[in-house]
C-alpha cells in the first residue's frame, strides 16, 4: 500500500543490492517513516525481538528473509538450522516465525531467494482474498445506503504493516476504496499499546483512506446512534468452532454489534485456525504482557518519542493481551476462499481437507 | 477520605483562616497532591472553570463557597445576584453550580457560611447513604465467598474526589472497608481523560483499598472468567426509567456484565434524576469534546507533567464524551435512600413525592 504516495510492501530485498533486506521500522510509526536495512541474519533476528516488524505473517517473512541473509555466507545445513533455530528464539510463541524457517530449511539453499520471496507473493494473494470476498459484503451495505460511505469500525491492526501487503481486516477497505467504494473507518486507539492510534491510522491516512480515530470505550455509543455499518477486525487464532482470539477489547466491540443489529466480521488467513481446539474462552490461554504498557503511554512532544506514566507510582496495573470473541457474535469469517458462518460446519465447508485435524477435547 | 494518613474533604473553610477556602488541585493528580487556596470568589470561578474542582457535587460545593467569599466583600443582593450569575458561567451545562448558586442567593448573605457548611454536610449525608445500602449488596457476596476478596469494576472516577467526602460509586467500597469487609477494585483508565488511572486510582491507594489499573478493553475477559463480583459506576444523568448516561464506555461494561452475569449497579444521588426524560439513547445529548484529549495524553516524566501525541499529525480525532447505558443491562440503581429497579416504577417507589415531575414526551 501507499506512504507518501508510493507504493510499498512491508518487508522487500533491496533493488540495488541483493545482499539487503529492507524493512519499515515500525517501532517509530506514526511519527516517523524509516526504512531500516537487515544485512545479515542477526539483523532479522533484532527485527524480529525488537518488534521493528510485527504482525504473525510479517513475522514468518522476516525469517524467511533472514534465512535468505544467511544464505548468503554459508550454504551448509547443519549451519542454516542452528541459526533457524536461535531465529526461533526471537518470539517464541509465534507461529509464523516457525513455519517461515521451516519452510526455508526444507529448500536447497541455493534457492532462499526465490523462495522467500515465493512466501511473500502468497501472502500478498491470501490479503488479496480476504480483499476479494470482504469487497462484496461492503457493495452490498454500499448498495443499501445509495453510495453513502460505508462505516466500518476496526480494533487494532491488522493492517498491511502487519502482513506483506493489504494486511487481513484492511484488505477489504483498501480493496474496497481501490474499487471506488466510498468508506470511512472508525479506528480504535487500541489500548495498552496503541496499534490504532499509532499504525492503522498510519496506514489508512497514507493510503488516503477516510478515517477517525476514536478511544476503546466509544464504538457502542456508536452503534446505539446508527455510525456504523459493519465491524472488521483480525485475528489472532480462530478455534475449530469459530471462537476468535483477537487483541484484548475485541469482545466488546462484538457484543455492541450484536445488541445494535451491526454485522460483526473477521478476516483470517486459514493458517490461523486452530483446528485442535473447539472453545476459545475456556481453551486458548490469554497472555499477560508487562504492567508498564498500562502505566505507560508512548507519544511524541516537541523533544522526540516517549513514554510518560499515567498512573499513581503505587497503583498495580494488570495487562491481559488478548481476549476471545464467542462465534455466537460473529457474523462470518472473511477468509482467503471465502466468507463462512463462525462454526465448525461453517469452516469446514470452506477446508474440507481439515477434517483430518483432531481436536484435543 | 484519606491521603498521606491524613483524612480530607474535597473542600473546606481553612481552620485557621475563615477568610479562605482550600481545595485539592485535581488537576495534578495523581502527581501532585497539591492544596490550593480560594481567598477571592474569581479564585472559585477559576477552581470550577479550570477544572482544579470537577464532579457534579463538588462543583456545586465550590460555587456555594465562592459565594460565600463574594458575601466577605459585599451582602448587597444585587452585586452578590451578578457574582452567582458571572459563576454559572464557568460551566454552562453543570446543573449542580446552578443550583449551589441558587441555594446561596436564597439565603441571607449574613448566613452564607452556615449554608455552605450545610451543601457540604448533606452532600456527605447523601454519599454515606449510598455507602450503606452499597454495603449490603457487597456484604452478600462477601458471605457468598465466604470472605474471599469481592472483586468490584469500576469507570471513570465517581469517587469522594467528585463529591465532598464518600462519592457515589466509591462509597460502598468505602463503606465496605471501613467494615472490614474484604475487597478488590478493578479500575478502568478511563480513556480519553483518564480519571481512573489518574483519580480513582490514587483515592484508592491513598486510602488503602487494593486495586489494579486496566485499560478499558478489559473488563470483558476479566468477567468471562469468573473475575468480576460486581460492576459498579456513577452517572451524570437517569432517566426517569432507569437509562443511564454515564463517562463514554460504560455501555460496553454493561454488555459484558450482562452476557456473563455479572450484576451491574449504578450509584447515584437522587439529584441526578431527570424525571423529565424516559428515553436515554435518544433523549440524552452526548457532549462532544476536544479532539485532543483523543489525540494527546498526559502523564509525567522526569521533566514533569505534560503531554505526548499518539496519532498521526493529520489523522482526525473524535471524542464523544458520555454513552447511555439501558435501563435493561442495568441491575439496580443505588440511592440514598436505598436500592431499586432501574424502571420508572423502582424509581418512584423511593422518591414518590417525584410523581410531580411531568415527562416532555
Not at 542454516?80 to 526471537?90: A, N, S
Not at 529448500?107 to 490479503?127: F, H, K, L, Q
Amino acid at each position: 500500500m501507499k506512504v507518501n504516495g508510493t507504493h510499498y510492501r512491508s518487508i522487500w530485498l533491496d533493488p540495488n543490492d541483493h545482499m539487503i533486506v529492507q524493512i519499515i521500522d515500525q517501532r517509530l510509526l506514526p511519527h516517523e517513516f524509516i526504512i531500516h536495512e537487515l544485512k545479515t541474519w542477526q539483523d532479522g533476528a533484532v527485527a524480529i525481538k525488537d518488534m521493528y516488524v510485527r504482525g504473525a505473517p510479517l513475522i514468518g517473512a522476516t525469517a524467511a528473509w533472514s534465512m535468505y541473509l544467511a544464505s548468503l555466507t554459508t550454504t551448509d545445513q547443519a549451519a542454516l538450522k542452528d541459526i533457524g533455530e536461535q531465529l526461533l528464539e526471537t518470539r517464541p510463541t509465534a507461529v509464523n516465525l516457525r513455519w517461515g524457517v521451516e519452510r526455508m530449511l526444507a529448500t536447497n539453499p541455493a534457492n532462499y531467494r526465490a523462495e522467500a520471496e515465493a512466501i511473500c507473493d502468497e501472502d500478498v494473494e491470501i490479503s488479496k482474498g480476504m480483499g476479494r470476498h470482504g469487497l462484496e459484503l461492503i457493495k452490498e451495505i454500499s448498495t443499501k445506503k445509495k453510495g453513502a460511505p460505508v462505516n466500518i469500525l476496526t480494533h487494532c491492526n491488522a493492517g498491511w504493516l502487519a502482513t506483506v501487503d493489504w494486511g487481513t481486516a484492511t484488505a477489504p477497505m483498501y480493496t474496497a476504496h481501490e474499487a471506488g467504494i466510498p468508506i470511512h473507518v472508525w479506528v480504535d486507539e487500541t489500548r495498552p499499546r496503541n496499534q490504532g492510534a499509532h499504525i492503522t491510522a498510519f496506514e489508512l491516512g497514507q493510503h488516503g483512506i477516510p478515517h477517525t480515530v476514536i478511544v476503546d470505550n466509544t464504538g457502542g455509543h456508536l452503534m446505539q446512534h446508527g455510525l456504523v455499518d459493519m465491524c472488521l477486525v483480525g485475528t489472532d487464532r480462530t478455534t475449530r468452532c469459530g471462537d476468535v482470539a483477537n487483541k484484548i477489547g475485541t469482545y466488546l466491540k462484538a457484543l455492541a454489534a450484536n445488541d445494535n443489529n451491526v454485522p460483526f466480521y473477521v478476516a483470517l488467513p486459514s493458517t490461523t485456525i486452530d483446528w485442535t481446539i473447539r472453545a476459545g474462552v475456556s481453551e486458548i490461554p490469554i497472555e499477560q504482557r508487562d504492567a508498564e504498557e498500562v502505566t505507560h503511554v508512548r507519544g511524541k512532544d516537541e523533544r522526540g518519542i516517549h513514554s510518560v506514566q499515567i498512573t499513581p507510582d503505587d497503583s498495580p496495573a494488570a495487562n491481559y493481551a488478548f481476549d476471545v470473541t464467542p462465534a455466537r457474535l460473529v457474523t462470518g469469517l472473511i477468509t482467503e476462499r471465502g466468507v463462512c458462518e463462525a462454526s465448525e460446519e461453517g469452516l469446514l465447508g470452506l477446508f474440507p481437507e481439515d477434517l483430518r485435524f483432531e481436536t484435543k477435547t
